[in-house]
Protein backbone atom coordinates (compact mmCIF):
# COMPACT_ATOMS: atom_id res chain seq x y z
CA UNK A 1 0.00 0.00 0.00
CA UNK A 2 1.20 3.41 -1.00
CA UNK A 3 1.80 6.28 1.65
CA UNK A 4 0.23 9.67 0.96
CA UNK A 5 1.54 12.32 1.42
CA UNK A 6 -1.26 14.90 0.58
CA UNK A 7 -4.82 14.58 1.77
CA UNK A 8 -6.59 12.22 -0.60
CA UNK A 9 -10.42 10.92 -0.32
CA UNK A 10 -11.28 7.21 -0.29
CA UNK A 11 -11.94 4.45 2.18
CA UNK A 12 -8.31 2.81 1.29
CA UNK A 13 -6.72 3.80 3.82
CA UNK A 14 -4.27 2.84 6.27
CA UNK A 15 -4.99 3.98 9.75
CA UNK A 16 -2.61 3.37 13.03
CA UNK A 17 -2.12 -0.20 12.46
CA UNK A 18 -1.04 -2.41 8.95
CA UNK A 19 -3.69 -3.69 7.46
CA UNK A 20 -6.46 -1.68 9.34
CA UNK A 21 -9.33 -0.55 8.14
CA UNK A 22 -8.26 -2.49 4.69
CA UNK A 23 -10.25 -2.48 1.54
CA UNK A 24 -14.58 -2.70 3.57
CA UNK A 25 -16.33 0.18 3.75
CA UNK A 26 -17.90 -0.80 7.13
CA UNK A 27 -14.57 -1.15 8.40
CA UNK A 28 -13.44 2.15 6.89
CA UNK A 29 -16.43 3.16 9.01
CA UNK A 30 -15.33 1.76 12.18
CA UNK A 31 -12.21 3.28 11.60
CA UNK A 32 -13.80 6.84 11.54
CA UNK A 33 -15.80 6.42 14.42
CA UNK A 34 -12.95 5.42 16.45
CA UNK A 35 -10.84 8.22 15.55
CA UNK A 36 -14.06 10.43 16.14
CA UNK A 37 -14.16 8.41 19.52
CA UNK A 38 -10.70 9.13 20.60
CA UNK A 39 -10.79 12.63 19.92
CA UNK A 40 -14.35 12.64 21.58
CA UNK A 41 -12.47 11.22 25.03
CA UNK A 42 -9.28 13.57 24.90
CA UNK A 43 -11.42 16.77 25.23
CA UNK A 44 -13.51 14.57 28.22
CA UNK A 45 -10.26 13.95 29.96
CA UNK A 46 -9.29 17.49 29.40
CA UNK A 47 -12.36 18.92 30.97
CA UNK A 48 -13.23 15.96 34.21
CA UNK A 49 -12.48 16.54 37.69
CA UNK A 50 -12.24 12.90 38.81
CA UNK A 51 -10.21 13.72 41.64
CA UNK A 52 -11.88 14.56 45.10
CA UNK A 53 -11.30 18.12 46.94
CA UNK A 54 -10.29 15.99 50.01
CA UNK A 55 -8.06 13.85 48.30
CA UNK A 56 -4.66 13.63 49.49
CA UNK A 57 -1.92 15.39 47.61
CA UNK A 58 0.20 12.12 46.10
CA UNK A 59 -2.42 10.48 45.69
CA UNK A 60 -4.00 13.48 43.74
CA UNK A 61 -0.91 13.96 41.76
CA UNK A 62 -0.19 10.30 41.14
CA UNK A 63 -3.95 10.13 40.00
CA UNK A 64 -3.58 14.03 37.66
CA UNK A 65 -0.10 12.27 36.21
CA UNK A 66 -2.09 8.95 35.15
CA UNK A 67 -5.44 11.01 33.70
CA UNK A 68 -2.02 13.31 31.35
CA UNK A 69 -0.63 10.03 30.46
CA UNK A 70 -3.83 8.66 29.05
CA UNK A 71 -4.69 12.07 27.32
CA UNK A 72 -1.32 11.98 26.05
CA UNK A 73 -1.22 9.09 24.74
CA UNK A 74 -5.12 9.15 23.35
CA UNK A 75 -4.04 13.00 21.60
CA UNK A 76 -0.91 10.99 19.69
CA UNK A 77 -3.42 8.07 18.65
CA UNK A 78 -5.02 10.75 16.81
CA UNK A 79 -2.38 12.84 15.74
CA UNK A 80 -0.75 9.72 14.05
CA UNK A 81 -4.55 8.80 12.48
CA UNK A 82 -4.76 12.05 10.94
CA UNK A 83 -1.27 11.58 9.62
CA UNK A 84 -2.59 8.68 7.38
CA UNK A 85 -3.55 11.77 5.22
CA UNK A 86 -7.23 10.60 4.39
CA UNK A 87 -9.58 13.35 4.15
CA UNK A 88 -12.17 11.62 6.33
CA UNK A 89 -9.82 10.38 9.53
CA UNK A 90 -9.09 14.31 9.87
CA UNK A 91 -13.03 15.19 9.27
CA UNK A 92 -13.79 12.73 11.66
CA UNK A 93 -10.71 14.07 14.15
CA UNK A 94 -11.76 17.20 14.40
CA UNK A 95 -15.28 16.53 14.21
CA UNK A 96 -14.25 14.40 17.59
CA UNK A 97 -12.57 17.30 19.15
CA UNK A 98 -15.28 19.60 18.35
CA UNK A 99 -18.37 18.08 19.97
CA UNK A 100 -15.81 17.21 22.68
CA UNK A 101 -15.07 20.77 23.89
CA UNK A 102 -18.90 21.48 22.82
CA UNK A 103 -20.01 19.14 25.74
CA UNK A 104 -17.26 19.15 28.38
CA UNK A 105 -15.35 22.57 27.45
CA UNK A 106 -17.85 24.95 25.92
CA UNK A 107 -20.44 27.25 28.14
CA UNK A 108 -23.79 25.21 26.55
CA UNK A 109 -24.09 22.34 29.21
CA UNK A 110 -22.85 24.94 32.56
CA UNK A 111 -25.40 26.67 34.81
CA UNK A 112 -24.54 29.88 34.07
CA UNK A 113 -22.31 32.67 32.92
CA UNK A 114 -20.67 33.33 36.15
CA UNK A 115 -17.37 30.93 35.38
CA UNK A 116 -18.87 28.33 37.43
CA UNK A 117 -20.18 24.96 35.80
CA UNK A 118 -22.36 22.19 36.93
CA UNK A 119 -20.12 20.31 38.85
CA UNK A 120 -19.47 23.98 40.52
CA UNK A 121 -15.96 23.55 39.23
CA UNK A 122 -14.43 26.88 37.79
CA UNK A 123 -14.34 26.65 33.94
CA UNK A 124 -13.04 29.53 32.59
CA UNK A 125 -9.14 29.60 32.60
CA UNK A 126 -7.22 32.21 33.54
CA UNK A 127 -4.59 34.06 31.68
CA UNK A 128 -1.92 36.06 33.23
CA UNK A 129 -3.05 38.79 35.37
CA UNK A 130 -6.21 37.11 36.47
CA UNK A 131 -8.27 37.57 33.17
CA UNK A 132 -10.73 35.03 32.46
CA UNK A 133 -10.45 33.72 28.85
CA UNK A 134 -13.25 31.92 27.16
CA UNK A 135 -10.51 29.30 25.77
CA UNK A 136 -8.19 26.80 27.49
CA UNK A 137 -5.10 27.41 27.11
CA UNK A 138 -3.00 25.40 24.38
CA UNK A 139 -0.14 23.38 25.52
CA UNK A 140 2.22 20.97 23.27
Not at 104 to 131: C, E, I, N, P, T
Given at each position: MMMHMTFYWGKDALILFSGWPGARTEMYVLALVFVFLLAFLVEWLSGCRLIRKDAGRVG?????????????????????AVMSFNGGVFLAAVAGH???????????????????????????????????????PISC
Open positions: AGLIQTAMHGVRAGLAYMVMLAVGFLVFGSRVFKKDDDGVGLDGGDYRHRRAGGLRSDLP
